[in-house]
């Protein structure tokens, strides 16, 4: 599969603005209740946590907020990790050693991220709609976080690095 610097670069991009946005739509979660706020809510190992997270958002009146902060995550999962995918294929297709490797990378993150982050997202969005906390998606959704967390940033910096090393690379230009 032949992918565009261009391509890969508007996914990538446009994956980081999706993030920006979703940060923005994840700040109100953060309460006296819930003071990590999302963050809280992807690491609650048990439902009781989720119940009492969701009990506090509820109390505060931010279940819609925190509904459509979910919903924004879910888009910005699928942007971010597709453009990580392509630009992996893009670097991996280089002559250059190192941008090969970091394209390796940046798509086997990519695929893990989508794998990982959804899996955890999907899992929360269920316990949300339902205003109730379920043992097993809490497990999993605390579970697959640490893995989503360490394959966005190895899949960002895959593909930072790449884009500064080519642009001082004389091949591969």
């Known amino acids: 599969m032949t992918v565009s610097k261009r391509t890969a670069l508007l996914w990538w991009v446009s994956g980081l603005i999706a993030f920006a946005i979703t940060l923005t739509l994840h700040a109100p979660l953060i309460t006296d209740g819930v003071p990590g706020g999302i ?5 609650a190992p048990d439902a009781a946590t989720v119940d009492a997270i969701q009990g506090s958002w509820a ?4 279940m819609r907020t925190a509904s459509i902060a979910m919903i924004s995550d879910l ?3 699928g942007i971010f990790g597709i453009g990580c995918v392509l630009a992996g294929l893009y670097y991996r297709s280089c002559s250059s ?7 390796l990378v940046a798509l086997a993150s990519g695929v893990i991220f ?6 955890e997202t999907i899992s929360q969005f269920i316990q949300l709609r339902n205003f109730a906390g379920d043992d097993q998606l809490a497990s999993l959704a605390s579970t697959l976080r640490p893995f989503k967390m360490a394959t966005w940033i190895s899949g960002f ?4 690095t790449a884009l500064v090393a080519q642009r001082f690379s004389t091949t591969d230009a």
């Open 39 to 43: 963050l809280d809510h992807q690491s």
């Open 97 to 103: 050693p190192i941008l090969s490797g970091l394209g």
């Open 114 to 119: 989508l794998v990982t982050d959804y899996g």
């Open 157 to 160: 910096l895959a593909v930072l």
């Open 75 to 77: 888009i910005f999962i």
């Open 59 to 62: 109390h505060d009146g931010l």
